[in-house]
């Protein structure tokens, strides 16, 4: 069985690095309780939103990510029992190619360059199970669509979803 | 139709670019004829293959690649009825991914980000037709696989081949 996983908010903590960017940068104490239901930018003030998508951009901020809770063990699980492959929909930001390579490298070794893929869209991709945080990955795959849940998707419905990686484990091992 | 398009070898000269350096660094007169069904890198004494390996590390070596003949007119006119994705299997070469990203936009701008993948193995691709180099590719390919000719292939069996992007322009337009 052939199981792809999404990087940004599935395997690594975009969210939270925006939430702690925007703290540091305007001194506040936003959380992600307060972003529920929208992205970090939505929940800040107009004057405010462009700086985070310019966060994006800078050199590092994919590399500095942390994984999220549970990740490297369940994905180190799996990996005896699926295909696993790893698809971020990296295009959009070139400065993240490299940096998400060598994040994997650290985090994900036991996932070879094989295995890996930065794409645009996903419904290219030929499978049996996806696990992504974005409604409009999921709903173009043809096999079965595991909803990761971030901040942003809590009011999204339609799709199976598992609220941790501890849930993924129940699910799928 | 979905059709996915190969990078190295079939839009971009990576076989040329490395008989230029072997002949600019030896200062030597190999050409594609002399390599014919083999690497370039199997084409030299075995004391030189390494340094051929080595190059394709070197920052820049994918940047500067030219593009292989009427590969951009005759793509960009497959763009009008075709959904063209363009799939290289470039995790292998981390340094390679911002290249190849920048490399596209100056030659194939028309083709935007979300139709780029950037993977490891292509049999995770799901569409109607692949046009690639490479025998290992084409043969996990669920649909019509076309061999772009390459030096490398002269002897390869067993496919629709294409020999120049004209017969692309010809079997698909």
């Known amino acids: 069985m052939t199981l792809f996983i999404d990087m940004d908010e599935v395997l690594a903590d975009t969210y939270g690095a ?22 970090v930018w939505q929940s800040v003030p107009k004057e405010r939103q462009s ?6 951009y800078e050199k590092g901020f994919f590399r500095n990510l942390k994984p999220i809770e549970n990740s490297i063990e369940v994905v180190r699980e799996l990996d005896k029992y699926y295909n696993i492959y790893i698809a971020s929909a990296a295009m959009q930001f070139p400065n993240s190619l490299e940096e998400k390579h060598y994040w994997l490298e650290e985090y994900f070794p036991f996932i070879p360059w094989q295995q890996r893929i930065l794409c645009g869209n ?14 409009y990955n999921l709903e173009s795959f043809e096999g079965r669509s595991l909803l990761f849940t971030s901040p942003h998707n809590v009011n999204t419905n339609g799709f199976e979803r598992v609220n941790t990686w501890g849930d993924v484990a129940s699910l799928l091992l």
């Open 18 to 39: 925006h939430i702690r960017f925007y703290n540091d940068v305007y001194n506040e104490s936003l959380s992600k309780k307060d972003c529920l239901g929208g992205e």
């Open 51 to 56: 700086s985070i998508h310019e966060h994006c």
């Open 122 to 135: 996903k419904h290219i991709l030929k499978g049996d199970i996806l696990i992504d945080d974005r409604k």
